[in-house]
């Protein structure tokens, strides 16, 4: 819900409509990454710090400098709050702005997924490790080699490969990188290197990491996201390309690539036969929620899917400040998702 018509939410209302409540209410947290692990669900979002700055369209109203990981014993019990489980300090390469990260598994270690900017105040992505899902992370010294933008979700296919997928528009810089190098011009503006409205959307990217789980094995490659007929979106359809908020999940064979439209505030999928696509568009998971971003997981909870959220009803619209939200979904027998709505009419 776009941030011009929170002025006008009567907060309480609001929240007796919402399909779910916060998480947790003791701090504000954003772009829940949920997974299961041994049982047990774990959801590694951001944390919501207010920077004291005017809100702009490059995010630097977005003070994150820590993460916390929270768990559950199930998707209706109570989110527990483990601590910090890193902080910007304890990463050698990286100065501010710790966004949205992830998490995976493999043979009992964890690694915790992050974007970070360095101290040339361009985005990349690091990665932790820890032999708990809770942390504390020791990070790597060095950023990953190649990375670049923001919002990193790691999928574990069934052949135990692991993706990457990642990117983000404006404030996540990957309208920089569209010759391969960053583009440091016009730092104020976050739409001067966009492609034309009839021109291909810009496209996020996947990469698949080698066996250590700390590089990636090969370079990272744009995803095509197709209409029907086989095109690629355009930049100016607003409603359905891809703006940030990468995630991948796996439903009967097929590759569900989930996405957030950003300024326009869907949660958008797209279904392909490979963890590379292409994928064609297939419509909403999510309508708008109230405040200016969107931002989801998808996760599979003893045999239910569960989408993993967030809104800005905790902190009453600030839109910087933000609450994690889940509610289930459905995935119907053609293989579509059905359309949930945050707040009921």
């Given at each position: 819900m776009p941030e011009d018509s929170i002025e006008n939410i009567d907060f309480d209302k609001l929240n007796e409509k919402a399909i779910s409540q916060p998480l947790i209410k003791h701090i504000y947290t954003a772009d829940p990454s949920a997974h299961v692990f041994n049982g047990k669900i774990y959801i590694y979002p951001s944390h919501d710090i207010d920077a004291g700055e005017a809100f702009d369209d490059l995010g630097s109203h977005f003070a994150m400098e820590d993460y916390h990981v929270l768990s559950m014993d199930s998707v209706d019990g109570a989110a527990v709050d483990h601590g910090i489980a890193l902080h910007v300090e304890d990463v050698p390469w990286a100065e501010r702005q710790m966004w949205a990260p992830d998490a995976a598994q493999k043979k009992g270690t964890y690694y915790l997924y992050f974007p970070a900017k360095d101290?040339?105040?361009?985005?990349?992505?690091?990665?932790?490790?820890?032999?708990?899902?809770?942390?504390?992370?020791?990070?790597?010294?060095?950023?990953i080699k190649d990375s670049f933008s923001i919002?990193?979700?790691?999928?574990?296919?069934?052949?135990?490969?692991?993706?990457?997928?990642?990117?983000?528009?404006w404030g996540g810089q990957l309208q920089r990188w569209r010759t391969g190098e960053f583009n440091a011009s016009n730092p104020e503006s976050p739409t001067a290197h966009f492609p034309k409205d009839d021109e291909p959307a810009l496209l996020p990217y996947v990469a698949k990491l080698d066996d250590t789980m700390l590089e990636f094995a090969e370079k990272p490659r744009p995803i095509e996201i197709l209409d029907n007929e086989g095109k690629l979106l355009l930049t100016g359809d607003n409603d359905r390309r891809f703006f940030e908020a990468?995630?991948?999940?796996?439903?009967?064979?097929?590759?569900?690539?989930?996405?957030?439209?950003?300024?326009?505030?869907?949660?958008?999928?797209?279904?392909?036969?490979?963890?590379y696509g292409p994928f064609v568009y297939k419509g909403r998971i999510l309508e708008p929620v109230v405040g200016w971003t969107s931002h989801h997981s998808v996760c599979k909870v003893d045999g239910k899917w569960f989408l993993f959220y967030h809104d800005s009803s905790l902190s009453k619209g600030v839109t910087h400040l933000r609450c994690i939200k889940v509610a289930e979904i459905e995935h119907l027998s053609d293989g579509s998702i059905k359309t949930l709505k945050p707040y009921n009419d």
């Amino acid at each position: 819900m776009p941030e011009d018509s929170i002025e006008n939410i009567d907060f309480d209302k609001l929240n007796e409509k919402a399909i779910s409540q916060p998480l947790i209410k003791h701090i504000y947290t954003a772009d829940p990454s949920a997974h299961v692990f041994n049982g047990k669900i774990y959801i590694y979002p951001s944390h919501d710090i207010d920077a004291g700055e005017a809100f702009d369209d490059l995010g630097s109203h977005f003070a994150m400098e820590d993460y916390h990981v929270l768990s559950m014993d199930s998707v209706d019990g109570a989110a527990v709050d483990h601590g910090i489980a890193l902080h910007v300090e304890d990463v050698p390469w990286a100065e501010r702005q710790m966004w949205a990260p992830d998490a995976a598994q493999k043979k009992g270690t964890y690694y915790l997924y992050f974007p970070a900017k360095d101290y040339d105040g361009i985005f990349r992505i690091g990665v932790a490790v820890s032999n708990s899902p809770t942390g504390p992370f020791i990070p790597q010294p060095y950023a990953i080699k190649d990375s670049f933008s923001i919002d990193p979700a790691v999928f574990e296919d069934e052949d135990g490969s692991y993706y990457m997928y990642f990117g983000g528009l404006w404030g996540g810089q990957l309208q920089r990188w569209r010759t391969g190098e960053f583009n440091a011009s016009n730092p104020e503006s976050p739409t001067a290197h966009f492609p034309k409205d009839d021109e291909p959307a810009l496209l996020p990217y996947v990469a698949k990491l080698d066996d250590t789980m700390l590089e990636f094995a090969e370079k990272p490659r744009p995803i095509e996201i197709l209409d029907n007929e086989g095109k690629l979106l355009l930049t100016g359809d607003n409603d359905r390309r891809f703006f940030e908020a990468a995630w991948m999940h796996k439903h009967q064979e097929k590759y569900y690539f989930s996405y957030s439209t950003g300024d326009t505030h869907f949660i958008c999928y797209a279904i392909g036969d490979t963890p590379y696509g292409p994928f064609v568009y297939k419509g909403r998971i999510l309508e708008p929620v109230v405040g200016w971003t969107s931002h989801h997981s998808v996760c599979k909870v003893d045999g239910k899917w569960f989408l993993f959220y967030h809104d800005s009803s905790l902190s009453k619209g600030v839109t910087h400040l933000r609450c994690i939200k889940v509610a289930e979904i459905e995935h119907l027998s053609d293989g579509s998702i059905k359309t949930l709505k945050p707040y009921n009419d």
